[in-house]
């Protein structure tokens, strides 16, 4: 198991236990930790059930956090974009299941884009920045919704919604492609981070719970569902920071089958 960094001067590799999953870097304990100049990323989390069927699917919950920091005790390098590849035997599941349009909630508060969405939401969770105004620096927090999105050329997507409050009200609804892929991993979630605050802010931490359990055309379906073919469940993660640092790593679980 591993994580690598890449940045201007070259390669380096650290090992570490860890998992991506979901968008979550989980691992043991301890959890995953890695710097890279002044950045310092740490992660945990993980999915239950750990047990699941060998040749079938089976619901599975998922839940951990991403903190991202600077070791000056400044604003961190902001992230920009994440790629998130899945393992074959994890299953996206969103056929009944109600859609959420970006536009919709543009404008709303995350107490409004719950309501206004609420039969679409698969995931729930908080995300904080930290924002660089004039001479010091101030925090900032929101709550984190995940929705079911419309479709995008015929795939599925995620809807990603914030909303922070300083230094003005910026209102965040990401529209997040999950495409089809072949060989070891099924899919991949393309999250393109805009500018916080005007380019003021930095991502400091995100934390989410995902899992949505629903009922449609008569049968019980799972947002996300996985089976244990093969004891190990995969996932690639790819990071890349404004300055360039890129974060990059093909890690594993080990799952237990019945």
Known sequence: MSLAWLNKRGLLTCAVAALVTAGVLAGPATGALVEVDNLVLRANGGFQPQTLPRHRYAPIDFEGFVDISAKDGGEPTPLRQALIDFDKDG?????????????????????????????????????????????????????LTIF??????????????????????????????????????????????????????????????????????????????????????????????????IIDGLVEKYCRSK
């Open 91 to 143: 299953r996206v599941s969103v056929a009944g299941l109600p859609t959420c349009a970006p536009e919709s909630i543009a404008a709303a508060s995350p107490g409004e884009a719950r309501r206004i969405c609420r039969g679409a939401i698969v995931g729930t969770g908080h995300v904080e920045a930290l924002i660089s105004l004039s001479s010091w620096t101030t925090p900032t927090s929101s709550l």
């Open 148 to 245: 079911n999105g419309p479709p995008l050329n015929g795939r599925p997507t995620a809807i990603l919604h914030a909303q922070f409050t300083v230094p003005t009200t910026q209102t965040y609804a990401i529209v997040v492609p999950i495409e089809r892929r072949r060989g070891g991993f099924r899919y991949r979630a393309r999250l393109e981070i805009p500018a916080i605050a005007g380019g003021l802010g930095a991502i400091t931490h995100i934390d989410v719970k995902i899992g949505r359990h629903y009922r449609a055309g008569g049968k019980a379906r799972s947002y996300v569902s996985a089976r244990c073919s093969d004891n190990i469940l995969q996932t690639h993660g790819h990071f890349r920071f404004e300055d360039g640092t």
